[in-house]
């Protein structure tokens, strides 16, 4: 993993709130992760938008009313009743323009390593928050969809052999070994329906497994990855990479998807991975923890 920003110490770690039944979620499941992860801080953060802000002083509050000390005092009593974690916590209310730069700003003055956001199906689509985050953010995501279950069992880690997506592995065994459950590296491979008129199916199916469990193998010996690391590869077949890894996860009864926020083309952090912008544009099951 990245050795500047990994998860096996002490964590600050950031959680947005926006005032909406998502945060009561969001609340559980921070404090579901104080049992597995050695937490230091938990700054629990909301940003008012400057234009939502103006809008409500010139039309319904007046300037002796504080709509900062309103929005912390319920994010308090938010917090007070469905945050049952042991980390000490702050809460942060921020006044700026964009969300996604807030909350940048607040990694960068907190030394932040995870942040913790709602995966809101309303968001899907529409270049919403996740995937500024993840593009903008130098830090781990955790994108926790409402109905995410409690538990950390069984975690899925797919793959393309690239030293990005071998740190998100990595990830997931460091947490499996929290929780003493079980990490699945899965492979999505397709064979290019045009050969098939020249090439027999089975045959070629066959030679690429060989092909891809020898390179597995070979990432168990150079990483030192654990005997006990499961590999399963699957083709596509009419499906994309991420329908595949979406259908993989819910038949295997998996509690979260962790991912590399990039692929093999580590061109900037500015991109995010194709497979991984979808994946986040398309989960609404459960949560994602995007590795930086």
């Known amino acids: 993993m ?16 926006d005032l909406t039944e998502m945060d009561a979620a969001l609340l559980r499941y921070i404090s579901f992760l104080n049992s597995i992860f050695s937490i230091q801080h938990i700054y629990f953060a909301h940003n008012i938008k400057q234009s939502v802000l103006h809008k409500l002083y010139e039309d319904f509050i007046s300037d002796e009313i504080q709509i900062d000390q309103i929005i912390e005092d319920e994010l308090k009593r938010n917090i007070a009743k469905n945050y049952t974690g042991q980390a000490p916590y702050s809460t942060v209310v921020t006044n700026e323009i964009y969300t996604e730069s807030a909350l940048t700003d607040l990694v960068k003055e907190h030394a932040i390593d995870v942040v913790v956001a709602g995966d809101k199906t309303e968001l899907k689509g529409t270049g919403g928050l996740p995937q500024k985050l993840v593009r903008m953010l130098n830090t781990h995501l955790l994108l926790v969809p409402e109905e995410s279950r409690p538990e950390l069992n069984k975690i899925l880690a ?3 052999f690239s030293s990005n997506s071998i740190q998100a592995l990595q990830a997931s065994l460091l947490i499996a070994g929290q929780t003493k459950g079980e990490v699945q590296a899965l492979h999505v491979f397709g064979i290019p329906s045009f050969y098939f008129p020249y090439i027999d199916r089975e045959k070629a199916e066959e030679k690429t497994k060989k092909h891809l469990h020898s390179r597995f193998v070979e990432l168990q010996k150079k990483h030192a990855l654990p005997a006990h690391t499961t590999f399963k590869y699957v083709d596509k077949k009419e499906y994309s990479v991420v329908e595949a890894i979406q259908r993989e996860s819910e038949r295997g009864g998996f509690d979260m998807i962790v991912i590399s926020a990039r692929g093999a083309n580590n061109l ?15 989960n609404q099951t459960m949560p994602i923890l995007v590795i930086k």
Not at 2 to 17: E, F, H, I, P, R
């Open 158 to 160: 797919p793959t393309d």
């Open 2 to 17: 990245n050795k500047k920003n990994t998860l096996d110490k002490k964590l600050n770690v950031l959680v947005a709130l």
């Open 268 to 282: 900037t952090r500015l991109f995010i991975g194709s497979t991984t912008n979808d994946l986040i544009q398309s």
